[in-house]
């Protein structure tokens, strides 16, 4: 089990708003040592003077390796190594599949899956030679149940529990833990202009609770809701016919739910067709 997080150097990408901001709330409240990692810089830097604790501002593009190690590199440099690399930056582009951008579809590719890839891939094995350490990943529920609307985005977190999956076997008995936090439609920019289906929007803070809990007493999987993660496992198993009315009455229907791009319009232009646009949840 993972120490409590007092005095843990835990690093947070696309930490600048939404989810991110609020895992750096709730880590530096819990007396973590907090790294706010995210490519709009000044934004970061912002919501470092308005958290509690001791928690600073870096640059970081996750779809850069050299940032990414910088970024890194410049938490150590400040506190020791990082305990714990939450990895939070994702964006979503919403619509029909065969409208969908390609640069839209590139752009989650490379921030939600190669992201993530790269963030384990640069922290993992100095953990592994120290024998501790934790990677959280903030997925999302559509990584089982994909919405209508969602195609691209829900590939790309279908891929990250895969990755993590896999890589998760490679590092059992290190003492370095993995764990894929889903939840559903979170009350974020990300979400703007979309729907939540039966389930209730969650907050920013629930996510970031489901964090620190996971911290506290890691596992590799956690739904939010947990009623998510039950949809999900029948829907792995039930006959097609069935699958869909399952699939009818649980997940939302994007496609039928953005019929209005305007609530999208300024995230999306900022955040997945903005090749210099920040990344966060």
């Known amino acids: 089990m993972q120490p409590t997080p007092t005095g843990l150097v835990i690093a947070v990408t696309g930490a600048a708003r939404g989810i991110g901001r609020e895992i750096a709330r709730e880590l530096a409240a819990a007396g973590a040592r907090v790294a706010l990692g995210d490519r709009d810089l000044d934004a970061a830097r912002d919501t470092a003077r308005a958290l509690p604790g001791d928690v600073a501002a870096f640059p970081v593009d996750v779809t850069d390796t050299p940032s990414f190690t910088a970024f890194l590199d410049a938490v150590e440099q400040r506190w020791g190594p990082v305990d714990v690399l939450v990895n939070n930056a994702g964006v979503m582009w919403v619509g029909p599949f065969d409208e969908e951008p390609e640069d839209a579809a590139r752009r989650q590719v490379d921030v939600n899956l190669l992201g993530v890839i790269r963030g384990v891939r640069l922290a993992a094995p100095a953990m592994r030679a120290r024998g501790r350490g934790q990677i959280v990943t903030i997925a999302s529920g559509a990584a089982k149940l994909a919405p ?134």
């Open 148 to 281: 209508a609307g969602e195609a691209t985005y829900a590939a790309t977190k279908h891929a990250v529990y895969g990755y993590l999956n896999a890589v998760r076997t490679e590092l059992h008995g290190s003492g370095v833990r993995l764990s894929v936090v889903l939840p559903g439609v979170v009350e974020t920019e990300l979400a703007a202009g979309t729907a939540t289906g039966p389930v209730r929007r969650l907050t920013p803070a629930e996510v970031a609770r489901a964090v620190l809990a996971v911290i506290r007493r890691p596992r590799f999987e956690v739904s939010l809701p947990r009623r998510m993660g039950l949809a999900a496992r029948l829907a792995a198993v039930l006959p097609d016919p069935a699958r869909f009315r399952l699939l009818r009455t649980a997940v939302p229907n994007q496609v039928l739910a953005v019929t209005d791009k305007t609530a999208r319009h300024t995230y999306e232009n900022r955040a997945v067709t903005d090749p210099d646009g920040s990344s966060e949840r």
